[in-house]
């Protein structure tokens, strides 16, 4: 039980309710097996409550992995409807600007290279950022005036996928990103909108990658709970190197597997520099950083063969 469940989140769920999902089925299925260990669970990347889509939930020693989930790019799909623009920047928000412009298609073509490869923007003043030691979205409910400052981002694609007409113009567009960490979807439907001289806000989110997981491998809530009773999740898991498929195996002997889970220095390594996943056989032993010739754990897992336990 150490790895991952790619939960395809429902509209409505938060992210911190998809966890407490999972911990309740795993909860069920040991109820159901008369088990006794707990696991450690967590998310490797915020949805919004209003989002769809892809949320690798980390199992056991899985979850010393989340961090390199946050830092993963995402590709989202993303409708941005024109006309009206909300406080929280999607359809769950109160109006704050309308406009009557609606922007041609040829007009929607011409802006997007200004929206691809590194950009800069504001991120929502109704998202989870720290102002002064408090939750920007907080201070927005308060209705205080938040001045979020500009992040820098990656736009590493940006293609229309759907649209839909009003007269001579377009009412809504669909756009698939590909985008770095740290960018809002909801800014960047913001900052369009604007660029063609209009306002609009988004009304449908679903985010089809995160890292190195899919939603081919996603699975329903509905499932997840049938799988708990049943006392199979693990069938529905991926293992936790799937969260690793990037980087190259490194082969250690029991010694030197041993020496890494003690927290030592493998050195005169001939392997190239940079990060590898170390192996004990067919058991994951660390994530590693060669430096120079010298192999430093980066992070540990306390995975062993069951002889050694």
Known sequence: MHGWIIFDKPHGLGSTQAVSAVKRALRIQREALGGMEKWKVGH??????????????????ATKLAGRMLDSDKIYDFTVAFGVQTDTLDLEGK?????????????????????????????PAYSAILIDGQRAYDLARKGEDVVMKLRAV????????????????????????HVSKGTYIRSLARDIALALGTVGHVTMLRRIRAGPFALDTAISLDKLDEAARGGCIGGLMLPLTAGLDDIPALAVSPDEALALRQGKVLSGSATATGLHLAFDGTIPVALVENQNGDIRV????????KEEK
């Open 95 to 123: 109006p704050v600007a309308e406009s009557d412009v609606r922007p041609t298609l040829e007009q929607v073509e011409a802006i997007l290279p200004r929206f691809t490869g590194p950009i800069e923007q504001a991120p």
């Open 44 to 61: 490797g990347g915020t949805l919004d409550p209003l989002a769809t889509g892809v949320l690798p939930i980390a199992i056991g020693e």
């Open 298 to 305: 980066v992070r540990g897992f306390n995975l062993m063969p």
């Open 154 to 177: 990656t736009i590493h694609g940006l293609t229309i996928h759907g649209q839909q007409p009003d007269g001579d113009g377009l009412s809504s567009i669909t756009f698939t990103a």
